[in-house]
């Protein structure tokens, strides 16, 4: 049987879409559906995932927790302790619908939640530390049970299997949501386990990325001195955790903390004017430990909007297009052209140079 | 009649076909191994003197001279080696300590040897170092854990640092073990490829100040050659504890080696021995090396790192973490192979552990205490070429420190008879007839080309795995695979077999 994410190391190349309306405005799953069905052949069937933000209106002030489950066991012995840390609002079945070619689907559950006052006081945590710690101990301590997304108002729909399948299956046409990333998987390995696929997230935060980094070990090795574990042993799993240690934990502005993960060429530092090129080394000294080497590109999706990012010598295609409100990134131009044939503005991106979409009156992701 | 019981170690072998009896090798011979009959008008070999250091055969014109191991053979016994048997004979003459130079050349295991690095292939490209801008720089100093910005400007300046474009510097050798023009060489070759010499225990002399900026001055339990000057002139301080090649022990230089530049430099007496204590009389537990490290912090107004050099030892991992702890800013380990003017044999031979252990260990009980970042870790003793330093960044180290092979970059033969102050090659010896066979431009040249072969090499390496900047290597075991290796030492080396 082969080994699973968390059990093995399994790089995996892909293919990957965004679009978002700057102004906040609700639009179908439809696009991003076929946007990423147009890179087929990026992916191989072992993977497909969204990430959706502004769908859950109704539950905006709650934490939605979607779960995957392997048998009823699992849910049962896992809602003990959902119930023992959360209050549940509403807790259900995700919908889906039958695809052919989606087969050995887990139990697939969502509850809207918000934590217990009285634990997070114990605790002496903020909320949203307290979920991240929570939804770690699911993943760690609780076999065969798998939180696939944790955010408000947001959620991560994947699975194993082709991206437009998965985006059928779970019937994500009838969702609306102002931003929404899609991954479609190409890994070098075939465990077959849904909680495996992309987008991986934590929290508001969810990673679709495209490429194999050569800097894991590094990365992984300072990310766990700061409390995290790395269970999935994947790339996206840790850029997940750096960006959430310096975004949020650590409060660094956004543009130092693409400087840390795609540093700017020591030779292009020294010729920055003085103030700047101190800032620069200052971060770059500091955080190298957190520099991403190797191909990568990646959505960073949040409730706030999104940054999408290229490794620093560009070795995985990233592109970008703006229409009116909306902004479009993908690994192919084709894949923006597909739902976008006339965009205002389309270019690719540079390496190390983030391509940021807000929401309108937002500052900092 | 008195037998003596040793035999010579080499035999002179002359073609007295090629030789002309020009008397060279008479004058290049510092030990005497060849000596002149004036009533024969020949030049004659004296085997006992011969240590085999090459000086003879590297400069006859003819090439008349080899020089072998010599023809004796003990009754075979797996125990009772002939180095146990002349070691007893000395010893039995003597009452000595056995003494010895350069580090451990034991046949224990060499790790390095046993790790192998990945490559990428498909999946993750490679890259070109010739055709891609591939990064060595590196920052050796305390890190916070994280930057405080305030209106987008660095709410405090960063802990001071040393900056160097290689992570391999040269190790702490101290004017009075090496010569003045060996230590120019290293300086030199320092400044030119951006990197740092140290200085070892025995100060700062007055021509090499100007290198400052390229010099770590260390201080040592003698504390030889210490005033607020030197303590400023360098970049970094190193507080030395011990060193690989006698854990335990101070430094030891013979009077014999003390002339007037030495005397001056340690400010101690000519002709003195310059025998550094054990310990630091000052610092008799961790709380006292705090002291000490902050002493430095202050003499200097806080503008140097503090590094605190140990050897490796069984319990490195606990006493690094004290060492960090203390508000040291850089740990240096150095390991059982380290190298040195002087040491008792034994010490040498068989005190403290391999290197790639003591960092595995060090960085990974940093790393569970989440304090790696607080400290930069380099290691010495052992490192032999390019790919033991990309094995030792890879296990976690932060730049390695290269002090044999340095010198063997400047001629050293390897000979190991660095403590009888006769080095043919000028550099362990302070006799100026020796001292004056090593030119510092062409020593500069040839350490600093060392570096600069080592960078080319780490950087097709760096490429060959999809990494262009170093930093993304440090601590990056999963490059690495062991081979060869128990389940037990896998797990200290915290990596894979190769295969999984």
């Known amino acids: 049987m082969s080994l699973r994410e968390g059990e093995v190391r399994i790089p995996s190349g892909c293919a990957i879409s965004g679009i978002m309306n700057r102004k906040g405005y609700l639009f179908s799953g439809h696009d991003i559906i076929q946007s990423i069905a147009l890179m087929h052949d990026r992916s191989n069937g072992l993977g497909g995932g969204f990430a959706a933000y502004g769908i859950y209106p109704d539950y905006a002030d709650h934490y939605a927790i979607h779960m995957f489950y392997e048998d009823s066991f699992c849910r049962e012995e896992t809602e003990l302790f959902i119930n023992d840390h959360f209050n549940v609002e509403v807790g259900g079945r995700i919908p889906t619908r039958k695809v052919s070619s989606i087969t050995e689907a887990p139990i697939i559950w969502r509850y809207f939640v918000q934590p217990k006052a009285e634990k997070v006081m114990e605790m002496d945590l903020e909320e949203d530390e307290y979920v991240a710690r929570l939804v770690m101990q699911i993943n760690a301590k609780f076999p065969g049970s798998f939180v696939v997304s944790s955010g408000k108002n947001m959620g991560a729909f994947k699975g194993v299997g082709y991206p437009e399948d998965i985006g059928e299956f779970y019937k994500l046409d009838s969702y609306k949501g102002y931003l929404w990333t899609a991954h479609g998987r190409f890994p070098t390995n075939t465990p077959g386990w849904w909680g495996g696929a992309h987008p991986f997230t934590l929290l508001d935060w969810s990673i679709v990325h495209n490429g194999e980094i050569s800097s894991y070990d590094a990365n992984r090795r300072y990310i766990e001195m700061f409390g995290y574990k790395c269970t999935l042993q994947t790339d996206t799993e840790v850029i997940t955790y750096l960006f959430d240690l310096l975004l949020r934990k650590q409060g660094l502005p956004l543009k130092a903390v693409v400087t840390a993960m795609a540093a700017p060429l020591w030779s292009n530092i020294e010729r920055l004017a003085p103030e700047e090129r101190e800032l620069v080394k200052a971060i770059r000294t500091v955080y190298s430990p957190l520099l991403v080497n190797g191909p990568f590109s990646i959505i960073l999706g949040s409730r706030k909007g999104f940054v999408a990012l290229n490794d620093r010598i560009k070795l995985r295609a990233l592109v970008a297009a703006e229409k009116d409100d909306f902004i479009y990134v993908a690994s192919e131009e084709s894949a923006i052209r597909e739902i976008c044939s006339n965009p205002d503005r389309l270019w690719s991106v540079a390496g190390g140079e983030p391509v940021i979409g807000l929401l309108e009156g937002v500052e900092e992701l | ?500």
């Open chain 2, 1 to 500: 009649m008195k037998v003596n019981y040793l035999m010579p170690e080499f035999l002179i072998d002359r073609d007295e076909q090629r030789c002309t009896h020009c008397r060279i090798c008479v004058h290049q011979c510092a030990n005497e191994a060849h000596l002149w009959n004036d009533k024969k008008k020949i030049v004659y070999g004296e085997d006992q003197n011969c240590v085999n250091c090459h000086r003879c055969v590297a400069t006859c014109p003819t090439r008349a001279l080899r020089i072998r191991n010599y023809p004796l053979e003990y009754k075979n016994n797996a125990h009772w080696t002939p180095h146990y048997i002349k070691s007893i004979f000395k010893q039995a003459n003597s009452g000595g300590i056995l003494l010895a130079g350069m580090g451990c050349d034991r046949p224990y295991p060499v790790y390095w040897d046993h790790l192998l690095i990945n490559a990428s292939q498909v999946t993750n490209p490679s890259i070109d170092p010739l055709r891609e801008p591939m990064e060595l720089k590196t920052f050796l100093g305390r890190k916070p854990e994280k930057l405080s910005f305030q209106n987008g400007k660095l709410a405090e300046a960063l802990p001071p640092q040393v900056e160097l474009d290689i992570p391999i510097m040269f190790a702490a050798m101290s004017f009075g073990a090496i010569s003045l023009n060996a230590m120019t060489s290293l300086a030199m070759a320092a400044k030119e490829m951006g990197t740092c010499y140290n200085t070892g225990e025995g100060g700062l002399h007055s021509s090499l100040y100007q290198y400052g900026e390229n010099t770590i001055v260390q201080v040592a339990s003698g504390r030889f050659g210490i005033d607020p000057e030197y303590l400023n002139a360098g970049t970094a301080i190193e507080i030395k504890i011990g060193q690989g090649a006698k854990p335990g022990i101070g430094g030891h230089l013979p009077g014999e080696k003390v002339g007037m530049d030495v005397s001056q430099t340690r400010m101690i007496p000519e002709g003195s021995d310059a025998i550094s204590p054990a310990p630091h009389h000052d610092i008799y537990s961790i709380e006292d090396l705090r002291q000490l490290i902050y002493s430095l912090k202050e003499a200097t107004n806080y503008t140097k790192p503090v590094a605190v050099k140990i050897a490796a030892v069984h319990n490195s991992a606990a006493i690094a973490s004290g060492i960090a702890r203390a508000g040291a800013d850089i740990i240096v380990l150095d390991g059982l192979r380290g190298g040195t003017g002087a040491a008792p044999l034994r010490t040498r031979d068989s005190v403290g552990i391999p290197i790639e252990l003591a960092l595995a260990a060090v960085d990974q009980r940093l790393r569970n205490e989440s304090i790696r970042n607080e400290v930069s870790l380099v290691v010495a003793g052992s490192i032999r070429c390019s790919s033991d330093v990309v094995k030792a960044i890879a296990l976690g180290a932060d730049a390695c420190y290269i002090g044999t092979a340095a010198l063997i970059a400047l001629g050293c033969h390897m000979c190991q008879k660095c403590y009888t102050g006769k080095c043919n090659w000028g550099i362990a010896t302070q006799n100026p007839k020796l001292t004056k066979r090593l030119d510092p431009e062409e020593g500069a040249e040839r350490a600093a080309n060392l570096l600069r072969a080592w960078s080319r090499e780490i950087k097709e390496m760096l490429g060959g795995m999809g990494i262009n900047a170093l930093e993304s290597l440090r601590g990056n075991r999963l490059m690495l695979r062991g081979i060869d290796l128990s389940e037990r030492d896998l797990a200290i080396l915290g990596v894979k077999a190769a295969g999984e």
